[in-house]
């Protein structure tokens, strides 16, 4: 159970256009989720944190208007990196809190994005 | 604030080594504290998680155990193996669970 479908897996698109990451609770509803943008070989750092129906929370230093964060249902949420440029090239990682007190995170497989 | 500090890495053992990762953590309260794995070009899977003072996490042969007074959470194994070789996240959850802090991740090399 608990399991987390992102997709796409990987992306590529040119400078300026816009791209969409969708993140899926596939068995369970998500009252939270968080995204997650991973440089190589260094850590998870934390963009925002959605919950259902609500705006998300940026972490700061994160541009809003950059990147567009959508929590419509408690199954789904979307990024939206607009009008995207090659140093938005990254790994991309949503995760999913079930919201039970247990402070557990299921994450997607993440998604890897290069603009060129 | 709160943090996580882990060894750096990468760590290269032999199969069926002993292995020791080092965490510490700072945090106000009581977080709850918790190893992710993250093999190649995937995303993060909680490997065990501890909730209190001397709880004893444990899943596929690795354990650590959350201990206040030195506040760390030290992830061991007895004997690695290949398929072990990955990236290794200690991270900690306040009490709200609210947020997650990731260490900076120690990757494991294991060789044949």
């Known amino acids: 159970g608990a399991v987390v479908s992102q997709h796409p897996s990987w992306v590529i698109c040119k400078s300026g256009t816009s791209v969409k990451i969708e993140c899926r609770s596939l068995?369970?509803?998500?009252?939270?989720m968080f995204w997650y943008r991973q440089f190589p070989k260094q850590s998870l750092m934390l963009m925002a944190t959605?919950?259902?129906?609500?705006?998300?929370?940026?972490e700061q230093g994160v541009e809003k208007d950059k990147f567009l964060i959508n929590h419509a249902s408690l199954t789904l949420s979307t990024l939206t990196v607009t009008s995207a440029h090659p140093e938005d090239s990254s790994f991309y990682i949503c995760?999913?809190?079930?919201?039970?007190?247990?402070?557990?995170?299921?994450f997607g497989a993440g998604t890897r994005l290069s603009v060129l | 604030g709160d943090s996580v500090t882990q060894m750096e890495g990468p760590v290269t053992l032999s199969e069926e080594a002993f292995l020791t990762i080092n965490c510490t953590y700072t945090?106000?309260?009581?977080?709850?504290l918790f190893w992710y794995v993250q093999y190649p070009g995937e995303g993060l899977q909680l490997l065990l998680k501890?909730?209190?003072?001397?709880d004893k996490g444990s899943n596929k042969g690795f354990e650590a155990t959350y201990r206040k007074e030195t506040t760390s959470f030290h992830l061991e194994k007895g004997s690695v193996q290949v398929s072990d070789s990955a990236v290794y996240f200690c991270a900690l959850s306040d009490q709200g669970g609210f947020k997650t802090i990731f260490g900076a991740g120690t990757r494991l090399f294991v060789k044949a």
């Open positions: 959605s919950n259902e129906g609500s705006k998300a929370t940026y």
């Open positions: 068995d369970f509803q998500a009252t939270t």
């Open positions: 995760s999913a809190s079930t919201g039970d007190g247990k402070n557990i995170q299921y």
């Open positions: 945090a106000t309260g009581y977080p709850s």
């Open positions: 501890a909730t209190k003072a001397d």
